[in-house]
């Protein structure tokens, strides 16, 4: 098209040249787009309110957003009765697992929801250093391609590993430069910033200054500090305090991941943790969050009902610890042991570099590391050990140990969250699913310690429903809270997965815009487009409006779907008619067409 106006330009400033009269229109000739919205309901990514328009599509961008734009267009869409957005931007996803393997970059699951960009290398852990070097990560995907644009953070736990392994102690002075050289070196590669988890192991064992030390290093890039905070529970405020002291010292705007409480006895603290984090915004300080819109955060292993201690009997439970484990690991050599690792880690196939890691590591660092991920796993066994099943029901069946047992089952399910606070995610008995342990003990007419033991020896999946509604609607309200699902690019209909992997966006649109009005659709629209864009330093993401990358959303309202369940995960959303990634049509008449039009979005040096 353009090099067909290129020529008939050339073609009419030669005929004037030359003194031919040319018999020119009145009128210029009709514009030509590469695509074209037409009569679309746009939010434009801000605050005001919709209206009707068409937007203009060529070489990527956003060339004209109007009342009405006549002209010819490659392709047109008529979104008469659909709404138009800019595409939705996931602040925090950790799709980066997932899309080690190819068959997973479309991340189709984020495609259906209306995203194309996300942020990944979350909760300090990413992709590389361990497994590939941030340039080889954002070089296969450049050249394979992805589905939704991705932005990159550097992990410090993946660091901080490299480094001291999994030792509970300060880095000395030269590994803590050993660690700045390696965020250094990410952010040279492309990284957008550094995100901790200070709740996962060896990240909670850095403390402030250390952190501190390495968000220095990526200020200068004007980079980013996001952060799974170092307590989300009782401690929710000084964690969130040492996110702002973090800013404040380093000299970069911090973000918050995953924002909100757990435990029934701190709902209500997310009020004070706002009233804080408000407090540090208006000193100048740039603080903000995402926010996923569930009462309950992992998909599985699923809480027990039966503390491990009942389950096992408090004898064996204090027999058994992590030192067992690493025991038995004695009489193994190193090839040995690193060949179990390679078993006990199934998300990922080892890198060479990964091998020459373990390799390199001094024996007692390798069978920590070993028998850390088996004694996680063996613990999650549960009613499946034959041999422990055994020995608790003969434990059960005796008058005073059963009792003993039910006084502890009640009294940690009460201490925790309560019966009606545990919800059946998957089950043998199909009608419980969806129903608090409440709901259950009534259908069963059974004491709720009872139902437990139940729902326990049938091995069905519980989840603690540890948020509150009114502090997920509190946060959700807040001007300066992006959306950031925390999910996953999971292999299609394999295994389970949390439904924030397949629904966060559109339920945040279904369940608080249209269902239950706690937020209006330009509040959501906005938290999850041009503000996490703002948060990102994109200038050109995020909104409907020419000059802007052509990132857009059109969706059905009336159509919209998200039927991914706790039992049924691997449910696709529905209500997406058309998704374009940088001016390219991935989601194309509901369905995706093949196309992986996602770019690596590095940081520009600032
Ligand atoms: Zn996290």
């Not at 550094?194 to 501190?212: C, D, F, M, Q, R």
Request: with cysteine; aromatic share 8%; net charge neutral.
């Amino acid at each position: 098209m353009i090099l067909k106006r290129i020529l008939l330009c050339a073609a009419i400033t030669v005929l004037a040249l030359i003194g031919v009269s040319t018999a020119i229109p009145a009128q210029q000739p009709a514009a030509a787009y590469d695509l074209l919205i037409k009569h679309g309901l746009v939010y434009d990514g801000s605050l005001a309110p919709p209206s009707k328009m068409d937007v203009a599509v060529s070489g990527g961008r956003i060339v004209k957003v109007a009342k009405s734009i006549p002209g010819t267009a490659g392709r047109v869409i008529e979104a008469d009765g659909l709404i138009v957005t800019p595409g939705f931007i996931d602040l925090h996803t950790h799709v980066d697992d997932g899309m080690y393997f190819p068959e997973n970059r479309a991340c189709l699951n984020y495609l259906t929801q209306g995203v194309t960009t996300v942020v990944v290398g979350q909760c300090g852990s990413s992709a590389w250093p361990i497994f590939e070097k941030a340039e080889d990560l954002i070089g296969t995907w450049t050249k394979e391609g992805i589905g939704p644009n991705a932005a990159v953070l550097v992990g410090h736990g993946t660091v901080r590993n490299i480094v001291l392994g999994m030792e509970n102690r300060d880095p000395t002075p030269d590994e803590l430069e050993k660690m700045k050289a390696l965020v250094k070196e990410a952010m040279d590669q492309g990284a957008s910033g550094l995100s901790t988890g200070l709740i996962y192991l060896p990240g909670s064992y850095a403390k402030t200054p250390e952190v501190i030390e390495l968000a220095k290093v990526v200020a200068p890039y004007g980079g980013i500090y996001h952060t799974h905070i170092r307590n989300e529970r009782n401690n929710l405020l000084k964690a969130v305090g040492e996110a702002i002291e973090i800013s404040e010292k380093a000299g970069l705007p911090a973000h918050i991941s995953h924002f909100k409480v757990m435990g029934k006895a701190n709902w209500g603290l997310v009020k004070d943790a706002c009233d804080v984090i408000e407090a540090a915004r208006s000193r100048g300080l740039t603080i903000t969050a995402d926010q996923y819109p569930y009462r309950f955060t992992n998909g599985y292993p699923y809480s027990r009902l039966i503390p491990r201690a009942t389950w096992i009997g408090r004898e064996a439970a204090d027999r058994l610890t992590a030192g067992d484990v690493t025991k038995i690991f004695d009489h193994l050599g190193d090839g040995e042991l690193i060949e179990l690792y390679k078993k006990v880690t199934p998300f990922y196939p080892l890198s060479p570099r990964q091998v020459e890691f373990l390799n390199g590591l001094p024996r007692k660092r390798l069978v920590d590391f070993v028998a850390s991920d088996l004694f996680e796993l063996s613990d999650f066994q549960g009613p499946q050990n034959m041999r422990e099943r055994r020995l608790f029901l003969k434990r059960l069946a005796d008058p005073d140990e059963g009792r003993k047992i039910r006084q502890e089952v009640r009294a940690a399910i009460d201490n925790a969250l309560g019966p009606e606070n545990y919800v059946v995610g998957i089950s043998v008995e199909k009608n419980l699913e969806g129903k608090t342990l409440k709901e259950v003990a009534a259908l069963k007419g059974k004491s709720v310690e009872d139902a437990a033991i139940e729902l326990e020896l049938m091995d069905a999946k519980c989840i603690p429903f540890q948020m509150c509604e009114p502090d997920i609607e509190y946060i959700m309200k807040k001007d300066w809270v992006g959306t950031g699902s925390d999910g996953t690019a999971p292999s299609y209909g394999i295994g389970l997965t949390h439904i924030r992997s397949y629904t966060t966006f559109l339920r945040k649109i279904k369940n608080y815009v249209l269902d239950k009005p706690v937020i209006s659709m330009s509040h959501a629209v906005r938290s999850q487009t041009s503000w996490p864009a703002q948060i990102m330093k994109w200038d050109d993401r995020g909104w409907i409006k020419e000059g802007c990358k052509a990132d857009i959303v059109v969706l059905n309202p009336a159509a919209l779907k998200t039927p991914s369940s706790i039992s049924n995960s691997h449910q696709y959303s529905q209500g997406v008619d058309y998704l374009l990634v940088n001016g390219r049509l991935e989601i194309d008449q509901k369905k995706w067409n093949g196309v992986l039009a996602g770019q690596v979005l590095k940081l520009k040096k600032s």
